[in-house]
């Protein structure tokens, strides 16, 4: 019987994960063992991550559908939730949730970004307008959310599975990366996209982005996989590109090229597969 009982349930999941592939506002694949990358509709990378006794929730997205009902739908364990950092499309879906974790230097750009008409305007500027159906709104309590600080070196244990907090100011003073230490998995926000953003009004000047970059890249052995707020997967030796690019940006090696997008203009130079967007004025 508990064996028929794990054939039902790991069915079920297959198909709801299938069901999700179109026509919703959330789309779901398992990209690790017990790790769901969760599409905001194509706007951000959210990931679920499961241990033995609770599962973590990294970033919640812009907050325009229902992401807690959707992430019962895959685990039914107690949720720890975690911000990598600040930004609306990250930190969006605060208001779902009684607390959530996030660096103290990035709580107030949180808190500022969690109002409805900002989460309004980030999804339509994000998802080109488009809107979850009336069935995937959120409906439950509306939190005055508590915001737990987090810092360097703190570790989540979720049962058999440590995620360790590492400390990566650059594209917000409180960035932060998430290291899944038995599986050598790196859930890194938007500190190492294919293209990152350092222009933006709250960036560190990018010498600063550089040493977060450099000790990354000293831990290289402990991770295989980067698993980006945007994008796909992509290798750990990554980074190496991400330092070459920013490198050729400070010493002038590099083509600087025109960006236009709509936070702003910047210029852009590229290294390899790494891409940064930056500011002339805060190197």
């Known amino acids: 019987m508990k064996r028929i009982l794990t054939l039902l349930l790991a069915v079920g999941l297959c198909s709801f994960l299938h069901a999700q592939s179109s026509g919703t506002w959330f789309t779901v694949k398992e990209v690790g063992p017990k790790v769901w990358q ?10 679920l991550v499961e241990g033995r006794d609770s599962a973590m929730l990294i970033d919640n997205g812009l907050g325009t559908a229902d992401i807690v009902s959707f992430i019962r739908k895959i685990s039914s364990k107690p949720l720890i939730v975690v ?11 605060d208001y779902q949730f009684a607390k959530v974790y996030i660096h ?3 709580s107030a750009a949180a808190r500022q970004y969690n109002d ?3 989460r309004a305007r980030s999804s339509s500027t994000m998802t ?4 979850p159906s009336p069935g995937e709104m959120y409906k439950g309590e509306i939190y005055n959310t508590i915001t737990i600080p987090v810092s360097d070196g703190k570790v989540f244990d979720l049962g058999g599975r440590r995620i360790e907090v590492i400390s990566t100011p650059g594209h917000t003073p409180g960035e932060i990366v998430l290291l899944d230490i038995s599986n050598k998995l790196l859930f890194s926000g938007d500190n190492n996209n294919s293209l990152v953003w350092l222009f933006l009004g709250n960036c560190l000047p990018l010498h600063k982005y550089l040493a977060s970059l450099e000790k990354q890249a000293a831990r290289l052995q402990e991770f295989t996989t980067i698993l980006p707020g945007h994008g796909d997967p992509i290798p750990a030796t990554f980074i190496l590109d991400q330092i070459s690019c920013v490198n050729g940006i400070l010493d002038g090696s590099l083509e600087r ?10 210029m852009v130079a590229t290294f390899g597969e790494a891409s940064v967007a930056f500011n002339p004025g805060n190197l």
Request: glycine share 12%; proline share 10%; hydrophobic share 20%.
């Open 38 to 47: 969760i599409s905001d509709h194509g706007a951000d990378n959210m990931y």
């Open 83 to 93: 911000i990598t950092h600040g930004h609306p499309d990250h930190a969006g879906s």
């Open 104 to 106: 103290p230097a990035d």
């Open 116 to 118: 409805p008409s900002t």
């Open 128 to 131: 080109g307008d488009n809107k």
């Open 257 to 266: 090229k025109p960006y236009q997008s709509f936070a702003g203009n910047a």
